[in-house]
């Protein structure tokens, strides 16, 4: 039997040549244009990136971007690893204008720990006499203040409103505020309580007996709290290690330990000729009409 075998996957009434061929070409047709819009698109798409890499506006922002961040990296680098002593003395600091003016050493010394005095004796540790005086007078109350301006006084988290002012006809002009280095006042408190262990000797004709008057014993109140104070703000981190010493049942601590410090002695001849005329501060004896004045000290209520 004459028979005619059927194509796979093709309708019966296009088993016929010619319709078959016509299908295949036309499959075929369909077939390229997608493949070649398909080519097209993703040639279109290479040339588009490539002018974008190529572009030099592209390039130049990238190098500029690099260029910034290294230059960034290297500002803080170099400002983390070379930060002056000044800077140091800054970060450990509330503001103060000495900072802006004068550079402050950084020494190393070795505290005189011992418990009894030494050979020879430190004259730091003379309960009374004029040698004593004289120095604790020279490292405290024999330093005046210093001229600061308005703006200084606003850093300080003063008001220039109610802070003192020097009148402008004593010479200093328009913008002179007073201001005293703590560190003399902390000194001059430590020598009040110097003098209070020997009482008989320095109060006691003034102030009467023992403990003495409302505001000695008020002035005497305040040198141990804002002593406390400052050596709780200051927070030493310093370690003591301990010896064993005769005739000593426990482990005793050695004091003698190695210090990094402001350099003192610069400082006070700094602030001495830098500091305001010691006449001028005399004369201000009552506030300027006008100015503002707060209510007297006085006991806690």
Request: charged share 25%.
């Amino acid at each position: 039997m004459n028979h005619r075998e059927q194509t796979p996957d093709v309708p019966e009434h296009l088993q016929d040549d010619e319709d078959l061929h016509s299908l295949v070409d036309t499959e075929k047709a369909l077939l390229w244009s997608e493949q070649q819009e398909s080519h097209d698109e993703h040639i279109q798409n290479y040339r588009t990136k490539r002018r974008v890499l190529s572009s030099p506006f592209l390039w130049l922002t990238v190098f500029n971007i690099g260029l910034f961040a290294v230059s960034a990296f290297m500002l803080w680098s170099s400002r983390k690893q070379h930060r002056s002593t000044q800077d140091l003395w800054r970060a450990t600091s509330f503001y103060s204008p000495i900072l802006d003016r004068y550079e402050i050493s950084k020494i190393t010394r070795t505290t005189n720990g011992t418990l009894y005095d030494t050979n020879p004796p430190s004259i730091l540790r003379a309960r009374t006499g004029k040698e004593a005086d004289t120095e604790w007078h020279r490292i405290g109350d024999h330093v005046w203040p210093l001229i600061i301006s308005a703006d200084d006084v606003r850093a300080l988290g003063k008001d220039p409103e109610v802070a003192v002012k020097i009148p402008e006809e004593l010479g200093y002009g328009s913008d002179a505020f007073i201001a005293q280095t703590e560190v003399f006042h902390h000194l001059h408190c430590l020598d009040i309580l110097r003098k209070e262990t020997s009482y008989e000797h320095y109060y006691l004709e003034k102030e009467g007996p023992f403990p003495g008057g409302a505001q000695h014993q008020a002035h005497i109140g305040h040198c141990f709290d804002i002593l406390a104070q400052a050596i709780k703000c200051t927070g030493s981190v310093d370690l003591i290690t301990f010896n064993w010493v005769e005739e000593w049942n426990q482990p005793f601590p050695d004091f003698m330990n190695h210090k990094v410090c402001r350099d003192f002695d610069g400082l006070l001849s700094w602030v001495n000729q830098n500091a305001m005329d010691p006449e001028v501060f005399q004369k201000m004896r009552t506030a300027p009409k006008g100015y503002k004045v707060l209510p007297a000290p006085g006991p806690a209520v």
